[in-house]
């Protein structure tokens, strides 16, 4: 199975500073199609994930232009510009390229 | 608008077995792939299984064999039916549109809890 490691498990941040948290895979995401199917998901507290970025750096309808994504090959990154409040909750990269798709272990973001 | 709302979730023994159910609507089951995809209490996300086509289907090593995933086309519902449940098997459990490429788990359900323990 493929491996997603992400990094820093735990993160925490000021309001309106920015945040960058990595997402590497143990085998390349290159699907034969030519896509890279790595998607990022954010799960607020008590709440389903939803999906914030699909196929690397694709926003989802109503994600705001605060959150990007980005990376290619085995390395990826999801950014947010400027931490808000309702930004806190665990964020999960994960793969679709190969089967089984597998998750990173989320990302715990926090307001300091 | 897309929806998904599961049920049938509970405490079960160990060695029961249950049956989840996922209704959609504001979309097609069959015309999509479909994902059932787990929670472990504080833990993270786990991809048990999914349905596609013709009723293809593919399950990840732990549940193959005591996991059955399906769809009812005229009720518009996904089901996976659990069967030998293990202790390991807690978690909440989601059903997402999606598992073939693209969309991706682009909507999720509100899970339903299972907790298998004696």
């Known amino acids: 199975d493929v491996v997603m490691t992400q990094s820093p498990l735990s993160l925490p941040v000021t309001l309106g500073q920015p945040a960058s948290i990595s997402c590497r895979s143990s085998?390349?995401?290159?699907?034969?199609?030519?896509?890279?199917?790595l998607n990022w998901f954010q799960q607020r507290p008590g709440q389903s994930p939803r999906r914030l970025i699909y196929?690397?750096?694709n926003r989802d309808s109503g994600v705001p232009d605060r959150f990007s994504g980005s990376g290619s090959g085995t390395d990826f990154t999801l950014k947010i510009s400027r931490v808000e409040a309702e930004d806190v909750g665990v964020y999960y990269c994960?793969?679709?390229?190969?089967?089984?798709?597998?998750f990173g272990q989320g990302t715990k973001v926090e307001i300091k | 608008e897309v929806q998904l709302v599961e049920s049938g979730g509970g405490l079960i023994q160990p060695g029961g077995s249950l049956r989840l159910s996922c209704a959609a609507s504001?979309?097609?089951?069959?015309?999509?792939?479909m994902s059932w995809i787990r929670q472990a209490p504080g833990k993270g996300l786990e991809w048990v299984s999914v349905?596609?086509?013709?009723?293809?289907?593919y399950y990840i090593d732990s549940v193959k064999g005591r996991f059955t995933i399906s769809r009812d086309n005229s009720k518009n519902t996904l089901y996976l039916q659990m069967d030998s449940l293990r202790a390991e098997d807690t978690a909440v459990y989601y059903c997402?549109?999606?598992?073939?490429?693209?969309?991706?788990?682009?909507?999720w359900g509100q899970g339903t809890l299972v907790s298998v323990s004696s």
């Open positions: 997402a549109r999606g598992g073939g490429g693209d969309p991706d788990f682009d909507y």
């Open positions: 504001g979309f097609t089951v069959s015309s999509y792939y």
């Open positions: 349905i596609y086509g013709d009723a293809g289907t």
């Open positions: 085998r390349g995401l290159v699907y034969s199609d030519g896509n890279t199917y």
């Open positions: 196929k690397v750096s």
């Open positions: 994960m793969q679709g390229t190969h089967w089984p798709k597998t």
